[in-house]
Each structure stands twice: as C-alpha cells, then as structure tokens.
C-alpha cells in the first residue's frame, strides 16, 4: 500500500540515485511516493547528462511524462510535455533524455526491473503509447461538477482495469464547495498554477497521493487557472458530503495542569477558529459554486467554512442525546457514579445515521487488502457507497506551508 500524502512539495523530498535499470548516464529521483508492497512508485526525474536505454522490457506498468528537456523513444523526440506509457511485459525501443530534461516517472504493478532485448511476455496485453501532449486538444471534462470550468486532456485508459492518466485543467473561479470521496486512489502533480482546497495550496510542484475514501475538496482556482497530471487505479466517482464535521478527543493522564489528569477534546470547527481565514475571493467563489448548482436544481446545503456559525459537531452530538431520549435513553441523568451496571440500553440507541457497516464494500474484510481500508476496490451502480475514511489534519510541507485551514 502506498501512504497518504497530501500535500507536499517536491522540494522537501531528498535526492537519490535514480534506480533506472540499465541505462547510461546520470540522474537523480526524488521519491514521491512508493508502495513497498509491490514496487510502485512515482518519481521527479532529474537526468544530468545524456541518458539512455536500449529496447527490452518493463517489469512494471511505466509512464515518462516531460516536464522540462526532451525525451526521444525509437526515431521520435518530444519536448515538454511528451508522454511514453509502456504496458508491463511488452518490448519498448529504445529511450533517451537529453541533459538537463526534467520528467515525471511511474512506475505501477511491479519494481524497477528492466530485461533487455526480452521477447513480449505471454500474459502481456495492450502496446506501447507515444504522444505529444502539448499538441493535444483540451476537451471539456464529461462531469465537471457544481459547475463547468474543467479541462482534460487523456493520456492513457486501460479498458480492463479502468486505470487512466490525463492531464485536467481547472478554469480560474472554478470551484467546488463540497468534499467528495472516490471508490480509487487520486495521485496529482501540479504542473503550473495555483488552487486552494482544504488540505493546503497547490502550487507549482506540489504532490498528493490520497488512498481511495479520503475526502477532500472545498475547491477554489486562483489567476490563470491550474494544470495538473492526474492518475487514479479505477474509475473516479464522486461521492459528496457536506455539513461535513469531526470531533475527538480523551483523556491525557500525565499531561494535563501541573502533570496531571485532563479531559480534552477538539474539532474541525476549532481548526478554523484563529486561523488566516480564506480570502474573500476564496469564499466569493465557493458561494458561486454552491449560487449554481442550485440553479442546476441541486439541493445542497449552505456553504458554511470551519470556524464560523455553531460546531456540527456539537449539533450532532445533541440530535443524537435527543433521539436516544426519544427512544428511552438515560442520557439526561448525572454521569459521575460507577459504571459497574450493565450498559445494555441507551447509549446503544444514539441514532448516527446510517450504520457504517451498511456503507461498505461487500469485500472490504474478506479480501487481500482487508489490512487497508484505502485500497481501491471495483464499484459498480448498484453498489453499496462506502463512507469516507477519516481524515482531519493536513501534512504540512515546509517549502510551501499554506494552508486553507478547512483541515477536513
């Protein structure tokens, strides 16, 4: 499995020997993220001299996008923007970057070995991809959201798995003022621009890699719009949560006033109160977003940012102590006696919602990654929608540490 990462700045990643199997020349990788189970891995390649490789095969899916320089495969050179996706198992020519080209590499479903001049694997399947993107046509993505503004441009879809790599362009004011979550993992690297959402600020060179269910959103495009290469393992459905709240809590026993006990808790409301709040544009564009899904016939809720009106978690605390009265609950006597008595009424009663088992894959505990709730899973229409996994604070990265303070 591959960790969350969201967001960071490549610059806060440490240089290593880039482990390109094979080749001659010099370059350097910066790690971004990597699966130690399997081998996958994304990487910012920097080539110090002429690089190159001779015709053989990937032990794993691989992808070249170039950021800066060239890159020639077979007879073809490509500048900014050239793309290679060689499907493991399948023999590729063979591949040079010029000094000083910068490039995204990517390595899925397998490690970084290389066999050269390998005869086409038996279970091999699909060819090699060769495309120059920056001459590729932007088409309007089929489902931009709340509002249209939205760009894509695909590199590759695997018609068997779903997998697929594209480039996506937001509009300047596009903006999205829900959370989604997706049933697969999202990985981005912003090429150019700017956005704000509620882990942080995407700027030039900023990375996430977001296991599948993790929400996030609250999105808002800043001048000039912003341009980044999306990869995700399935198909990315969009499922939307707003009213959005998270309390936690406990209690510390040693280091509390003068080293002792203390209760404590804290929630996402509270990370919003104090805080650089977001610009007037920011909330301006969410507040259009929220204006025109409505005029699209859409139901959704006021756009409410952390830190401003009442705590939902304290809203919901009390619809849940109301309903348990309600249905026979003692929640509403004094709680400082002893807890020796049998529990088996009220406090099971809290009404939540809906029963979180009822919100799961129907394989999420039986199958080879019942140790990951993030892992990426099929999902068909029909399907049960799985919850969110539970996600509050944002990693920080210390080269661009801006943060829109919505933390959820």
Request: charge should be negative; glycine fraction near 12%.
């Amino acid at each position: 499995m591959r960790p969350h990462v969201e967001l960071i700045h490549e610059k806060d990643y440490i240089w290593h020997g880039a482990e390109l199997v094979g080749g001659e020349g010099r370059a350097s990788e910066r790690r971004l993220s990597v699966d130690e189970e399997d081998g996958s891995c994304s990487l910012r390649v920097d080539f110090h001299t002429r690089w190159g490789r001779g015709p053989g095969v990937h032990h794993a899916d691989t992808e070249y996008y170039v950021l800066e320089g060239s890159m020639t495969y077979g007879a073809r050179t490509i500048g900014k923007g050239g793309y290679v996706h060689a499907p493991k198992g399948v023999p590729v020519e063979a591949i040079t970057f010029a000094e000083g080209t910068k490039i995204l590499h990517y390595r899925e479903y397998g490690d970084a070995g290389f066999d050269p001049g390998a005869a086409r694997w038996t279970d091999s399947r699909d060819d090699v991809i060769v495309l120059d993107s920056e001459a590729m046509t932007w088409d309007a993505v089929p489902n931009a959201g709340p509002m249209p503004g939205l760009f894509i441009k695909y590199l590759h879809v695997d018609p068997v798995s779903g997998f697929y790599t594209r480039l996506v362009h937001s509009q300047e004011g596009w903006s999205d003022h829900r959370l989604a979550h997706h049933p697969c993992y999202e990985e981005a690297y912003t090429i150019e621009g700017e956005m704000e959402y509620n882990f942080g600020t995407l700027i030039d060179g900023t990375y996430f890699f977001r296991p599948a269910r993790v929400k996030h959103g609250h999105f808002t495009t800043m001048e000039g719009g912003v341009t980044w290469i999306l990869r995700s393992d399935g198909e990315l459905q969009n499922w939307y949560t707003q009213n959005e709240w998270v309390r936690w809590g406990g209690e510390g026993v040693n280091y509390g006033p003068n080293g002792g006990r203390m209760r404590w808790s804290q929630s996402s409301h509270d990370l919003g109160v104090g805080s650089p709040p977001r610009s007037e544009k920011d909330l301006a564009d969410l507040q259009a977003s929220l204006a025109f899904a409505r005029e699209q016939g859409g139901r959704d809720v006021d756009f409410v940012p952390h830190g401003h009106g009442t705590d939902k978690s304290l809203l919901a605390i009390a619809k849940a102590m109301d309903a348990a009265r309600l249905q026979g609950g003692h929640t509403d006597h004094d709680h400082d006696h002893g807890h020796d008595h049998d529990h088996d009424h009220g406090h099971d009663h809290l009404d939540w919602g809906a029963d979180p088992h009822t919100l799961e894959h129907a394989d999420e505990r039986i199958d080879s990654g019942a140790h990951d709730w993030g892992r990426s899973r099929p999902w068909k229409q029909g399907d049960a929608i799985p919850a969110p996994i539970l996600s509050s604070l944002p990693v920080r990265s210390r080269s661009a540490g801006r943060w829109s303070t919505d933390g959820m």
